[in-house]
């Protein structure tokens, strides 16, 4: 609409686009939620999120939340030597996660994401966000009152494509599209920008023999050639290049509002699941949703959250390395020391920005998808 993209511009100085920054990203979000508010008639909001204390609410900040807003270090599919968690690692072992271990996840970049999340949810998402979990509020966006939404799954893609929705065209096509995530002011080039789940199936020696073979022969079935790219046409959760590439794909495109230009492009490469830095996943992920519990309902600062969260990570780290049971890539604690010491050493922990709101920037999308396609090339 002419008349927003004007109004914006006044405001802020800018193009209203796809935000590159999160700088952008809390403009437009202010501008839908506090400048904008209505569109026909329909309350309009410029972020969504959910915050109810559930296991969930660990989801929204281990899948790469911190790496977004450019904790940890660079590399991919992780950052090494501290990563998306803010773990870090010396060598296959991990040393820590309080930056007086040299970890990240109470860091400066840690406490700005923490305070990010509480900040637009409270000011820019609806009111009920704050008392959901991460199912409840998947659906939300397709309903029409969302302009935007800092990060999406695949897994509610396909509900957002159906026909009479107010976020679909008469023909079919979409009304919203998909871009790569902004980046946050501590993110540097190199690093990751986003979570996807990849990987490879997992089968337990405690299963007993029966049902893994049956496992294994349902893994060959979902995964073989004759049957990936009608699973992907349907659940938008490619698993082959060769689905991404063809010509099927190709002609649902229009549909899908950028996601196969995502992912034949090079963007998603920074999309990745958690590393391996992380030596007891269900372990240490039951640990997140209690503490950022704690920030999302303002019992606590999210820096108080946060030095709760490493503090418990490097507890539980430290019973893995009492108990051995991983062997040489267990857990093997760094004394802490002053935290000084880690921010004045290159990478992770990095120092806190002195101005962690740089200049908004945005791109047009036509632009972005052109910038695809050159890299592609």
Known sequence: RPE????????????????????????????????????DGQRIYGHMDYGKKDPSLGWRFTDAWFSMAGGGDKGLP???????????????????????????????????????????????????????????????????????????????????????????????????????????????????????????????????????????????FVTSKTVSLKKTLVGLTPIRESDINSQAMTDVAPKLGGLVEFYRSPARVQWTPTGTNVPDY????????????????????????????????????ARLERSGVLGECGPKLNEPRDPQYWLDQPGAPKPKLANEKPQGETINYNELLKSWEQARD
């Open 282 to 317: 269900p372990r240490l992920a039951q640990l997140w949703w209690q503490f950022i519990a704690e920030a999302a309902s303002g019992d606590k600062t999210p820096q108080e959250a946060l030095d709760g969260l490493a503090a418990a990570q490097d507890t539980m780290m």
């Open 78 to 220: 992780n950052g090494l030597p501290v990563d998306e968690w803010g773990i870090r690692v010396d060598g296959c072992r991990p040393v820590g996660s309080s930056v007086s271990r040299g970890g990240d996840t109470n860091g400066p970049a840690a406490v700005y994401a923490t305070t990010k999340y509480v900040d637009w949810m409270r000011k820019y998402a609806p009111p009920e966000a704050q008392g959901m979990t991460f199912s409840e509020s998947g659906p939300v966006p397709a309903q029409g009152s969302i302009a935007q939404q800092i990060f999406w799954y695949t897994a509610f893609t396909a509900d957002m494509t159906k026909a009479g929705l107010s976020v679909v065209n008469e023909d079919g096509t979409p009304k919203w599209r998909m871009a790569p995530s902004p980046k946050g002011p501590y993110w540097e080039e190199g690093m990751k920008l986003g979570y996807q789940d990849t990987g490879s199936w997992t089968f337990l020696k405690s299963t007993p023999e029966k049902q893994r073979l049956a496992a294994w022969l349902y893994a060959q």
């Open 4 to 39: 927003l993209k004007a109004k914006f511009k006044e405001i802020y100085g800018y193009d209203l686009g796809v935000p590159v920054n999160w700088s952008a990203y809390e403009d437009i979000a202010e501008f839908f939620s506090e400048k904008v508010k209505e569109i």
